[in-house]
Antibody, heavy 117, light 107 residues
Framework: EVKLQQSGDELVRPGASVKISCKAS????????MYWVKQSPGQGLEWIGT????????SYNQKFKGKATLTADKSSNTAYMELSRLTSEDSAVYYC??????????WGQGVMVTVSS | DIQMTQSPASLSASLGETVSIECLAS??????LAWYQQKPGKSPQLLIY???SLQDGVPSRFSGSGSGTQYSLKISGMQPEDEGVYYC?????????FGSGTKLEIK
């Protein structure tokens, strides 16, 4: 069974950083790209960036360059996203999603990041 | 980026009613279109890919159609568990983009 297990919800201070994990199981981790998606409160879905674990290649939505950094650990089948210099605008739910051709067939359960002092 | 415009933004339907949700792309996307359902507090779930292919395990009352820039999702016989927000997503060009969502409720 394919599963993407994300880390727990985070409460972080403004200006701090947070690192979210997405552990994949039930498939060959390096065979699929992993997308990261932001969902702001009551809002739609926004692409942050993509990582191809096999070759450690990343691409980012221009809006999130400098904000998000994607990495992957092939030894533990885990993808990571670090968000830096957090502000209230970064408070949202963040999902990892497995890319299958031109759509996303499996999603993590989401991590709620709350930025507050 | 390709813009995806969904309509309506919200609708309510009676049990057993047939419902349609539309998605308009800002340029042709060659059937590279997926539909997702999201329930409160949950992640999106894939319903349809390739504009009309039903994902495994999804009830057959869901169907997708369309071509070019216009696509639609149909639910033939609304059920209580179909309440949620529905999103379309284009996979034709990077970055993949989503519609703004359609909130579907039981009347």
């Amino acid at each position: 069974e394919v599963k993407l297990q994300q880390s727990g919800d985070e409460l972080v201070r403004p200006g701090a950083s947070v690192k979210i994990s997405c552990k994949a199981s039930g498939y060959t981790f390096t065979n699929y790209a992993m997308y990261w998606v932001k969902q702001s409160p009551g809002q739609g879905l926004e692409w942050i960036g993509t990582i191809i674990p096999l070759i450690d290649t990343t691409s980012y939505n221009q809006k999130f360059k400098g904000k998000a950094t994607l990495t992957a650990d092939k030894s533990s089948n885990t993808a990571y996203m670090e968000l830096s210099r957090l502000t209230s605008e970064d408070s949202a739910v963040y999902y990892c999603a497995r890319k299958m051709w031109d759509y996303f067939d499996y999603w993590g359960q989401g991590v709620m990041v709350t930025v507050s002092s | 980026d390709i813009q995806m415009t969904q309509s309506p933004a919200s609708l309510s339907a009676s049990l057993g009613e047939t419902v349609s949700i539309e998605c308009l792309a800002s340029e042709g996307i060659s059937n590279s279109l997926a539909w997702y359902q999201q329930k409160p507090g949950k992640s999106p779930q894939l319903l349809i890919y390739g504009a009309s292919s039903l994902q495994d395990g999804v009830p057959s009352r869901f169907s997708g159609s369309g071509s070019g820039t216009q696509y639609s999702l149909k639910i033939s016989g609304m059920q209580p568990e179909d309440e949620g927000v529905y999103y379309c997503q284009q996979g034709y060009k990077y970055p993949f983009t989503f519609g703004s969502g359609t909130k579907l409720e039981i009347k």
